[in-house]
């Protein structure tokens, strides 16, 4: 019974990260619904920070009432970047490239989020290479697959599969036109730019989690700053008060949840996995958000389920298992170099004990003798 308590607690971070990815997927499901009711993404974007800040101050005041770390300037600008680059820059970055070219080539873009984190851990020295052992190998190699099978499932379509008995379609297409020649550039570059920006966030949420493990308070900090800056932003671009009023309908709905629920609770979730497992852990189940999208928009939204999402899927599995047997290995390379809390070293008469994180005084003490010959 221990045995399978500590193999679930090793898969803890793993499972909450698959739950992240299907808010995130229902989120961008709830966003095409929105966006098809005539809603401006934008202002869905400042509302999404806005309920998130509403949700998650009075959370974190009562939660962690009693053991709030310290609150630093340090912290207050990390938070600042971190709202910045995971949340107003990188979702208006995301819908402006979603406006100028096809949806299809951004959530591609999009899937290229795991090879930049992995890039910028390198240079930050948050990831090690370490080509030449298997666990290293197993990290890129499993990057790359899931890259792959998000490609391919973005770009190959192969026969269709026969989906009969979903009927259900909540979406009333509408036909939507994208920009061509510079306007199509100016989107690849969006695109690129919320795939940089994401991946910034995630180097500057870990540093962050580090420092300030009040995951609760963190969590509500970036909301507030992404609320701020979104808001700010929208209201400087839309300035229609229709567009602003939310009834009881798909546009609430998207609202409250993308914040409380997408940005609220997995905020909290990303912290704790950030402070675990680092940012590429985090980073390399982004490609999974697009199989389920697929597979809800193939339920839900009446799209078409093809052989190729079928395939990427597979891919994009098999590569997120290389990266955790990765990250285990290398988990477990650390357990064995941290040294126990007690040492005990006899050598010519001297035995040193070293302290535990508890207790000095007591519990150390350095005994020096005569050796015995």
């Known amino acids: 019974m221990e045995r399978i308590c500590r193999v679930l607690q090793g898969l803890k971070p793993a499972l909450l990260m698959v739950l992240v990815q299907v808010a995130f997927a229902a989120v961008n499901v709830l966003y095409k619904l929105a966006a098809n009711d005539g809603m401006n993404l934008k202002i869905i974007v400042a509302y999404r920070f ?3 800040t509403a949700f998650m101050v009075p959370l974190a005041f009562i939660v962690e009432r009693k053991n709030r770390g310290k609150l630093t300037w340090t912290v207050i600008i990390q938070a600042f970047f971190c709202g910045l680059f995971g949340c107003s820059f990188a979702q208006n970055a995301y819908i402006e490239s979603l406006a100028l070219i096809s949806a299809t080539f951004a959530c591609a873009m999009a899937n290229l989020i795991p090879a930049v984190t992995f890039v910028l851990a390198f240079i930050f020295r948050m990831e090690r290479m370490e080509l030449a052992s298997t666990k290293g190998k197993a990290k890129a190699i499993g990057t790359l697959m899931g890259i792959g099978g998000a490609m391919l499932l973005t770009f190959y379509k192969g026969v269709e599969i026969s ?10 297409h509408r036909q939507y036109s994208h920009a061509h020649g510079h306007g199509r550039l100016l989107g690849f570059f969006m ?21 300030y493990r009040s995951h609760y308070s963190n969590s509500a900090l970036v909301c507030a700053m992404g609320a701020i800056q979104a808001t700010v932003f929208a209201l400087c671009l839309e300035r229609d008060w229709n567009q602003w009023k939310l009834g009881w309908n798909i546009r609430l709905l998207t609202a409250a949840f993308s914040g409380v629920v997408g940005s609220g609770l997995m905020g909290i979730l990303i912290s704790w996995c950030l402070a675990m497992r680092g940012p590429l852990f985090v980073a390399i189940f982004s490609p999974l958000m697009l199989v389920l999208v697929a597979i809800a928009g193939s339920l839900l939204l009446a799209e ?10 597979l891919l994009i599995i098999c590569g997120l298992y290389f990266v955790l047997w990765g990250k285990s290995q290398e988990m477990k390379a650390k357990k064995q170099l ?15 004990t070293s302290p535990t994180k508890d207790t000095c005084s007591d519990n150390s003490r350095v005994d020096i003798g005569s050796s015995k010959k």
């Open 338 to 352: 941290a040294p126990s809390e007690t040492e005990t070293f006899q050598e010519d008469g001297i035995i040193v």
């Open 304 to 313: 078409k389920l093809y052989l190729g999402s079928i395939l990427g899927a």
């Open 50 to 52: 806005i309920f998130a």
């Open 191 to 211: 695109a690129l730019l919320n795939c940089l920006s994401y991946s910034l966030w995630l180097i500057v949420q870990a540093k962050m989690s580090a420092r």
């Open 163 to 172: 989906n009969g008995s979903a009927k259900v379609n909540l979406l009333h």
